[in-house]
Structure formats: C-alpha cells, structure tokens
C-alpha cells in the first residue's frame, strides 16, 4: 500500500466532508444524520486498512507513531484504539485549519492596512497576524463541558454536573482582556494567550501544527508575484457556520501587484 495515495486522501476528505456538514448544522440534522453515519462507517472501512498495515509495516509517519507510543501509555492498547485516535486526529486537524486559514485570507483581503503591515518584516509579522487571525475568526466557536464541582463562574453559581457551554469566540473579543478587542493588533503583549486552541489540561493538540501551516500558507500568498483581492463582481464573503464557522465563499481575483506591493 503507498504511504501517499491521492485517491484515498481525497476519499478521505469527502467523507470527512460528510460527517463534518452533520456537526455544523446544529439540531437540524434528520436529513443529514443518516448520512453522516454512512459516512462514519465508511471512513472507517477505508482507513483501517491503512492503520492495520502501519501495525505491521512501520514507517515515520504519524499512523505508525501512534502504534509506537499507544502500547506505552495504555498496556491494553488494540486496533480500536488506534483506528479512534486516527480519527480524532483526522477530524480535529482538517476541517479546523481550513476554516481558520479562509478566515485569517479573508482578513487579509478585507484590510488592505494589515496586508500593507505585512509588506514590512514579514516573517515577524506573519506569525502575530496569525494569532489575530485565530482569535478573531477562530474557527471553533464553543465547546461543552460539565462542571467536576460547585464553582462560581462570572459571578454565576454553577453546580457540580452542570452542563456549560463556553463561547470561546466570545471570550477572544472581551474587552477586560484586549483592547480594542475587534481589532487587528500585531503588537499584542500576549499575542498567542486567547483561546482558540482551547486553554488548561484539554486543549488542541494539534495547535503547533496548525500555526505551522498557516504561516507557511500566508508566506506564501503573500511571496506571489501577483496579489489577491475579493473580486466585486461575484457574492462577497459572510461568516457561516455553526461550531466550526469560516467566511465564505472566497471569490478572489489574481492582479499584478501595485507598486507598494513591489517592497518585499
Ligand atoms: C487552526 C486550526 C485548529 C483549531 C482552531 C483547533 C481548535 C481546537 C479546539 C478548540 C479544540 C478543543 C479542545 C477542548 O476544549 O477540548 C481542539 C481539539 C483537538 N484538536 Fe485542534 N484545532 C486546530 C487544528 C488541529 C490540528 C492540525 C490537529 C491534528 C493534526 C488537531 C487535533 C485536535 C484533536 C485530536 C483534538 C481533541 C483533543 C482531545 O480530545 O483532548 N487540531 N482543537
């Protein structure tokens, strides 16, 4: 079996497609749920012949590190295990960095002032517009969560089993907390202290990577010799989406860049 196979990558993706269609729409889901359990029981015939042969036949990608390092955190470690953790991965790093990457293009494109900003130290400021990026446009908009003890949150009793819901995108524009919080700042004290990855023991385990390629996809629209902007002509963006939410659609033109462009 090819450790890179275009066909089962992009299988992969429609079905994760599929299933991530079912988690965005919310409680309206009688046409899509059987839909997304077709699609979850397909996803997991295709991949597990993938995740049984990286069993056997061990490389240095990331199927066979999870059979390496499973065994050694979990004594009963099996199949099951590792085809879930597969998944969590797949699911938690794909739709996730899409969004976050048409959100922080979006922003690029809808302010000419912070794409001019990026014109100068560029790989210093590519990884602070990220983090603005993130935390205005996160991609994942709340997370649930049960209280493990009596606690007061805000000022607000909360009782042990309670069940909160956390708006993490709102708390990414509190005021208390940043100023000028709907604001492009690349001069943050803090720039990577807001919750898009989540904060505490349970958080993203996938943020490095995330940031890595944002950065590496902003460099490089950015290092084009033409530039990008929303195209007029056709519907412009607006924010869609329920738990993982992005602009859309993104209907940009290529134009020769204009001179200030030229100062990279
Ligand atoms: C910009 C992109 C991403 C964003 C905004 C994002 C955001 C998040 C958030 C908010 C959580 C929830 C943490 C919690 O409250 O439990 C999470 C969990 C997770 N993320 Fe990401 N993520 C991104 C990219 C990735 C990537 C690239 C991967 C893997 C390669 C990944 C894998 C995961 C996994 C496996 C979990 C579940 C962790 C657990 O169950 O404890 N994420 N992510």
């Not at 033409?226 to 329920?242: E, I, T, V």
């Amino acid at each position: 079996m090819p450790w890179r196979d275009d066909e089962f990558v992009q299988g992969v993706i429609e079905l994760n497609a599929q299933i991530m269609a079912w988690i965005g729409l919310g409680p309206n889901r009688a046409e899509t749920t059987p839909i997304a359990l077709a699609a979850s029981s397909e996803l997991t015939d295709t991949m597990l012949p993938y995740v049984r042969e990286r069993r056997s036949n061990s490389g240095d990608d990331l199927i066979s590190e999870v059979w390496r390092i499973g065994p050694t955190v979990l004594s009963d470690f099996v199949e099951a295990d590792a085809m879930g953790i597969c998944r969590d991965l797949l699911m938690g790093g794909t739709d996730t960095t899409t969004h976050a990457l048409a959100n922080a293009l979006y922003l690029l494109l809808a302010n000419t002032k912070i794409s001019e900003a990026m014109l100068v130290d560029r790989p210093a400021r590519v990884p602070l517009f990220v983090e603005e990026a993130l935390r205005l446009y996160g991609t994942v908009q709340y997370r649930l969560r049960f209280a493990n003890q009596d606690c007061d949150v805000g000022g607000i009793q909360v009782k042990k089993n309670d069940l909160l819901i956390t708006i993490n995108a709102a708390a990414n524009r509190d005021p208390t907390k940043y100023s000028c919080p709907a604001d492009v700042n690349l001069n943050r004290p803090r720039p990577r202290e807001h919750l898009a990855f989540n904060t505490g023991p349970r958080n993203c385990v996938g943020a490095a990577l995330a940031r890595t390629e944002m950065i590496e996809a902003i460099s490089a629209l950015l290092n084009q010799t033409s530039y990008l902007r929303l195209n007029s002509q056709l519907p412009a963006p607006h924010f869609h989406g329920h738990f993982t939410r992005s602009f859309g659609p993104l209907h940009v033109s290529f134009d020769p860049a204009p001179s200030f462009f030229a100062l990279r």
